[in-house]
């Protein structure tokens, strides 16, 4: 359907794993399985369900995977939220993070309406 190397949102969202990878190093080793996983794989979900949707032959389902993205992004904002009350995440990294994941979320409601599913 879509080449999902050339979408803005999803070399946005490759570039916010990157930056939320290295964001995590610096939390408590004891976090390993537990925030750091789930920040991780939050982060992940959202240029990959971009990925997928953008493979999938029917314009239903690509809206379909650009929902499951979203989805990530909100999850990924509340477990960053809860690493910056445990003291994990500086403030200036929190905004920068969360500055780049509202950008994403309207890029990626953007996309979604502008897919004709008729």
């Known amino acids: 359907m879509n080449n999902f190397k050339e979408l803005k949102v999803w070399q946005k969202a490759i570039k916010l794993v990157t930056v939320v990878y290295k964001n995590t190093q610096s939390f408590p080793k004891q976090e390993m399985y537990g ?24 314009p239903g389902d690509f809206k379909h995977f650009l929902n499951i993205a979203r989805g990530s992004s909100f999850e990924l904002e509340t477990q960053l939220t809860i690493g910056l009350n445990l003291g994990y995440l500086e403030q200036a990294d929190f905004n920068l993070l969360t500055s780049d994941l509202d950008e994403i979320q309207r890029m990626i409601t953007g996309l979604q309406n502008s897919i004709n599913t008729k």
Do not use: Y
């Open 35 to 58: 925030l750091i996983s789930q920040i991780r794989r939050a982060a992940v979900s959202i240029p990959s369900n971009i990925a997928e949707g953008a493979g999938r032959m029917s």
